[in-house]
C-alpha cells in the first residue's frame, strides 16, 4: 500500500533515448517544477492571493536543432509522438502535446520562428496528481524557445505566454498561479501572488520541525473535461450579478462583510456559494501568510482546514477520495492541517506534519484510504525547489 518514492531522473537515461528516437545527441537539456499550492484554490482567475511553491521534482526538455523547418515531439512518459509543421494548429491533436504546441503557436503568433527542433521530455511530476505537469511542460517549453531563438522575452512574459497557450489552444480556462510558481518559484520559499496585479513576495518557508507531505490520491483529474470551467463561469455570473450595484474588476476585490452587503445581488444560491468560497479563501490566505511569518503553524494549519472545507461545502470539488484523505489526515496525530491542493475532482492533498510524525501518518493513512476507497495512496516529503532554469 506504502509508496515514497518519486522516480528521481538520472540525465544520461533521457540523453540515451533522446539518440535512440532521433539519432543525435542531446545540445541542450532545461527543467521546470511542478508545483504545490500551500492554501488559495481557485481565487487566482478571480483576482485573489494564492500561496504556491515549486517543488523539486517536475519536467526535463532535451533538445536539439534539425534542418528543416518542423518539430518533433516525443515523451518517456507517454507513447504519443510526433512530427509535425505549422499546419497541425488547424488539426490540434487530442493528445499531450497540445500542451507545448500551444507554446509554440505563441511564439508563431509573435512572428518569432519556433521550428526546426528535436525535443523530448520527461517528467517526474505524477500524472494527474494536480501538482502542474501541464504547465511545467508549458513553461518549460517556453524557457527554451526564448533561449534557443535569442527573443529576449523575461520570464513573467513566458508565465503570462503559457497561460494563455492552455487557456485559448487547450481550451483549459486556468487562472495564472501554476506557470507563474514554475516560472519564479525559489528554493526555500512559498510565493505570495496577488494574481489580479501579478504582484508578488517571495516568503521563507520556516516549518520548524513539521514537513509538507504530499498524498497523491490516484483519482486521476483531467480538468478540462471537469467541471472547472464550469466552476469559473459560475465565479464571472456572481461578479456580474454584483456589479448591477457596484463596479468591481475581480469577486476576491471584496472583503467577506462587503460580500454579505450585495448578497441580495446575487440571484442563484449556488452561484452565491461560490462566490463566498472564493472571497473566504482569499482572507484565508492573507491570514495565513501573515501568520506563518510570525511563526505561528497552529494557526496556519487551521486555516488548511478551513479551506478544505470551503472548496468541499461551498465550492464541491472535492469528491470522496479527497474528503477522505483530508478529513482521516487531520484527526492523525502531529497533524496541524490538511487540505485537497490543486484544481479539484481527484489529485492531491497537502499536509502540514510534524515531522517525527510523518512515518506514522502515512503508515495510518494509507490503509485508511484503501479500505474505504480502493485505492493505494503514494505520499511524498516535498522538498521546495527552484523555478524554470536551464541545465547545459
Known amino acids: 500500500i506504502l509508496n515514497f518514492k518519486l522516480i528521481k531522473m538520472d540525465t544520461s537515461v533521457l540523453e540515451k533515448r533522446f539518440e535512440e528516437i532521433y539519432g543525435t545527441k542531446v545540445e541542450h537539456l532545461y527543467f521546470a517544477p511542478g508545483r504545490v499550492n500551500l492554501i488559495g484554490e481557485h481565487i487566482d ?7 504556491p511553491c515549486a517543488l523539486s521534482f517536475g519536467t526535463y526538455l532535451a533538445v536539439a536543432r534539425r534542418d528543416d523547418r518542423k518539430i518533433a515531439f516525443a515523451s518517456m512518459n507517454q507513447t504519443f509522438q510526433v512530427e509535425c509543421d505549422q499546419s497541425i494548429f488547424e488539426n490540434k491533436p ?31 511530476i505524477p500524472n494527474g496528481a494536480g501538482l502542474s505537469s501541464s504547465a511545467s511542460i508549458e513553461v518549460v517549453t517556453a524557457f527554451m524557445l526564448n533561449d534557443q531563438l535569442n527573443a529576449g522575452l ?9 497561460q494563455r497557450a492552455e487557456n485559448v489552444f487547450v481550451g483549459m480556462n486556468c487562472g495564472i498561479m501554476d506557470q507563474f510558481a514554475v516560472g519564479m518559484g525559489k528554493k526555500g520559499h512559498a510565493i505570495a501572488l496577488d494574481c489580479g ?9 520556516n516549518l520548524n520541525g513539521y514537513k509538507l507531505v504530499i498524498t497523491n490520491s490516484n483519482k486521476n483529474h483531467d480538468l478540462v473535461t471537469s467541471e472547472y470551467n464550469v466552476r469559473r463561469s459560475q465565479c464571472e455570473q456572481a461578479l456580474a450579478d454584483i456589479n448591477q450595484g457596484l463596479n468591481l474588476k475581480h469577486l476576491c476585490d471584496l472583503s467577506e462583510e462587503e460580500l454579505e452587503w ?64 483530508a478529513e482521516e489526515g487531520q484527526k492523525l496525530p502531529g497533524v496541524l ?31 485508511v484510504y484503501h479500505d474505504k476507497i480502493g485505492l493505494n495512496a503514494e505520499f511524498y516529503v516535498a522538498d521546495i525547489g527552484d523555478g524554470v532554469r536551464k541545465i547545459y
Open 45 to 51: 482567475y478571480n483576482g485573489g492571493r494564492v500561496f
Open 94 to 124: 487530442s493528445e499531450w502535446v497540445k500542451y507545448p504546441l500551444g507554446v509554440v503557436k505563441e511564439f508563431s503568433d509573435r512572428g518569432l520562428d519556433p521550428w526546426g527542433f528535436n525535443i523530448l521530455y520527461f517528467g517526474d
Open 337 to 367: 492541517g490538511s487540505r485537497i491542493t490543486g484544481g479539484g475532482f481527484g489529485g492531491c492533498t497537502v499536509s502540514l506534519v510534524k515531522e517525527d510524525s510523518v512515518q506514522e501518518f502515512i503508515e495510518k493513512l494509507a490503509p
Open 262 to 325: 450585495v448578497r441580495h445581488l446575487i440571484s442563484d444560491e449556488t452561484v452565491y456559494r461560490r462566490a463566498r468560497h472564493a472571497v473566504s479563501e482569499n482572507a484565508r490566505v492573507n491570514e495565513a501568510i501573515d501568520v506563518l511569518q510570525k511563526g505561528d503553524l497552529v494557526r496556519f494549519g487551521e486555516l488548511m482546514n478551513a479551506s478544505h472545507r470551503s472548496l468541499k461545502e461551498d465550492y464541491e470539488v472535492t469528491g470522496v477520495e479527497m474528503d477522505t484523505l
Open 154 to 162: 523575461d520570464v513573467v512574459e513566458l508565465v503570462k505566454m503559457s
Open 197 to 205: 496585479t501579478l504582484d508578488y513576495d517571495l516568503i521563507p518557508l
